[in-house]
């Protein structure tokens, strides 16, 4: 199959969006941007679509996709319920980074949901996700646009990197701006719940709703809890190389990492190492990359996944990576890490 490149990084090509429109519309698969990773879009209400973006990405059919629409009014189609706490968080965060479960409609095929009652819906805010939105019919089921295990996408390239001559069409809309996945919120539940952190935090989430949990099965890497989120419990965003994250006071972290980096190589290995602006020219063994600074937390979640993917691309035998408790996000950063890492952690 040839993948169409369209390029929407200056602003919205309407005769392509025009055509990536008419390819959801018939069954096709377009990759596109939204605000928080790349997505692999499919009809939603189409079950042939959505096996078909199981079998791009290689992905188990058992792990649900989000439905991804373009206004409120579109939401009373494929859900059974509207609770009035969704109201409210659709009034305060949507269009936005939260996808909300609610319980579905039938006119959400079961291939869409993973065979579960519920659907997971999103209004994202990227403006070239919206208007593809519209252009397909209003409905797009849409995973990360990633190779499943691999780390989500944050540039088009990652895409063509993992599914070039698999799907129709990859719309280029630049790097993006949040770079991990949604929050999702179950609604379902009698107390609302936490199924992945995101961008928008508990703490947001309680302004608005009052009590909310987050799911126990996130916070353990005991087996015996199950994330409620079929997807949360694959190891996601896995590099190729063992990651390993260094935990503890500033300079004792520095410290450590620097002498296993020193290690690694005395071995003849090569280490990665994921550092911040505030130390990254400290170290003098590996290859340094530096996420962004600790105090604008949003450079770190926008550039973790793509060194990750670098890591990747460089070979390098091991990955040693700073934690990153930061106030807003650093719960749904570390919640992606530690899953990369398979929670292999070094207190120091
Ligand atoms: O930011 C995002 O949410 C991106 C962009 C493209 O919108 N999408 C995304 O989709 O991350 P995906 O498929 O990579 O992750 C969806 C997660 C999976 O963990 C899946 O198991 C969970 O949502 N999920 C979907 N429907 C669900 C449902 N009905 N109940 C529980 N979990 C659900
Ligand atoms: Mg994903």
């Known amino acids: 199959m040839n993948t169409i490149r369209a390029d929407m990084t200056k602003s919205i090509d309407p005769d392509l969006m025009v055509l990536a429109g008419s390819i959801i519309r018939s069954g096709g698969l377009v990759a596109f941007p939204t605000e928080t990773v790349y997505g692999l879009g499919g009809n939603a209400l189409d079950p042939e679509a959505s096996r078909r973006i199981y079998a791009a990405?290689?992905?188990?059919?058992d792990n649900p996709l989000i439905v991804h629409i373009a206004d409120l009014g579109s939401l009373s189609r494929i859900v059974s319920r509207i609770p009035d706490s969704a109201l409210a968080l659709a009034d305060a965060f949507w269009p936005g980074p939260l996808t909300m479960i609610l319980p579905r409609s039938s006119e959400v095929p079961s291939e869409t949901t993973g065979g579960l009652d519920t659907v997971a819906v999103r209004m994202p805010s990227h403006p070239v996700a919206l208007e593809l939105i519209r252009k397909s019919g209003g409905y797009i089921a849409a995973?990360?646009?990633n190779t499943s295990g691999r780390p989500s996408p944050t540039r088009a390239q990652h895409v063509y990197d993992d599914l070039n001559g698999r799907i129709d069409m990859i719309i280029d809309g630049g790097p993006v701006g949040i770079g991990i996945e949604s929050t999702i919120i179950d609604l379902t539940e009698e107390v609302p719940m936490v199924l992945r952190p995101g961008f928008i935090s508990i703490d947001m989430l309680r302004a608005v709703v009052g009590e909310v949990r987050m799911d126990p099965g996130l916070r353990?890497?005991?087996p015996s809890f199950r994330p409620k989120a079929p997807?949360?419990?694959y190891r996601h965003y896995a590099p190729k190389a063992s990651l390993i994250i260094v935990e503890g006071e500033e300079n004792a972290v520095r410290a450590r990492i620097e002498e296993l980096a020193r290690e690694a190589e005395e071995n003849g290995g090569l280490a990665g190492i994921i550092a911040t602006d505030e130390d990254a020219s400290s170290y003098t063994h590996g290859i340094v990359r530096s996420a962004g600074t600790r105090s604008d937390e949003i450079t770190i979640s926008r550039t973790l996944f793509g060194i990750l993917r670098e890591f990747d691309d460089l070979h390098v035998s091991v990955i040693y990576s700073e934690a990153f408790d930061t106030p807003q996000l650093g719960t749904a950063i570390m919640n992606r890490l530690l899953?990369?890492?398979?929670?292999?952690?070094i207190l120091v």
Do not use: E, F, L
């Not at 990405?57 to 059919?61: D, E, F, L, T």
């Open 57 to 61: 990405k290689g992905r188990p059919s």
């Open 143 to 145: 995973p990360s646009a």
């Open 220 to 222: 353990a890497d005991d």
């Open 231 to 233: 997807g949360m419990k």
């Open 339 to 345: 899953k990369a890492a398979g929670h292999q952690v």
